[in-house]
């Protein structure tokens, strides 16, 4: 007996493959090209040999070449996408939803960048203020641009004359008083030879007198 379709209960099979149909629109055609499954939501998902395309289904799991698998999606919005709660917003590029990573290899969020960044600013506030109260001078720090301000030292110009000078850095008071003390050692240096002051001893004769260049 040669037949073109055969039709038991829901099920139609012809030459054109098998269609199984429980009349309330939920569907599965089976044909040489690949398997369709259609259900009463107008949901659909096509198997064929060269992959897998599904239609408005939610909570899809797949697996492709090289063990790519995309579990748990839930969104019928296909430009922002929703996978275990994470959203990947199509218009913004933005993703949402990514949890506090507590491991190595896993990706932290926002909240945790702020985080690090407070504890950060926080450090370098407070090595701020230190070293601008360790510097003294006046000194103060600046948080908003991280720069220390207003650092100034008065100190003797070195001329004995009781004229001043204002320095702004270390360096340069450090050399303004390096300067001062080597001029005082070897003043002092001169005194004790002898070479200079009201005492004085005459280094060929070895004669000494007192007052003797006043």
Do not use: F, M
């Not at 629109?25 to 107008?42: F, L, P």
């Not at 992959?51 to 909570?59: A, F, K, P, V």
């Not at 799991?61 to 996978?83: E, K, Q, R």
């Not at 009781?162 to 005082?184: K, P, W």
């Amino acid at each position: 007996i040669a037949v073109d379709s055969v039709t038991t209960g829901n099920t139609v099979t012809n030459s054109d493959g098998v269609k199984v149909d429980d009349g309330a629109g939920n569907a599965t055609t089976i044909t040489t090209a690949g398997t369709s499954v259609v259900d009463d939501n107008n949901n659909s998902a096509d198997y064929t040999a060269a992959g897998s395309t599904i239609t408005n289904g939610n909570n899809v799991t797949t697996v492709g070449a090289g063990n790519i698998s995309v579990s748990g999606v839930d969104n019928t919005d296909p430009s922002n996408p929703v996978t275990n709660n994470i959203v990947l917003d199509g218009t913004t590029g933005q993703i949402s939803g990514v949890a506090d990573a507590t491991a190595a290899d896993q990706a932290i969020n926002k909240g945790q960048l702020d985080a690090i960044a407070s504890a950060g600013d926080a450090k370098t506030d407070a090595l701020g203020n230190s070293t601008a109260s360790n510097l003294g001078g006046g000194a103060n720090y600046d948080a908003a641009t991280g720069t220390i301000n207003d650092l100034s030292y008065k100190l003797d110009d070195g001329t004995n004359t009781g004229t001043n000078i204002t320095v702004n850095n270390v360096g340069s008071a450090l050399e303004n008083l390096d300067g001062r003390t080597t001029t005082n050692t070897d003043d002092i240096a001169d005194i004790n030879a002898g070479r200079t002051g009201i005492v004085r001893q005459d280094a060929g004769t070895g004669a000494i007198t007192v007052g003797a260049q006043t």
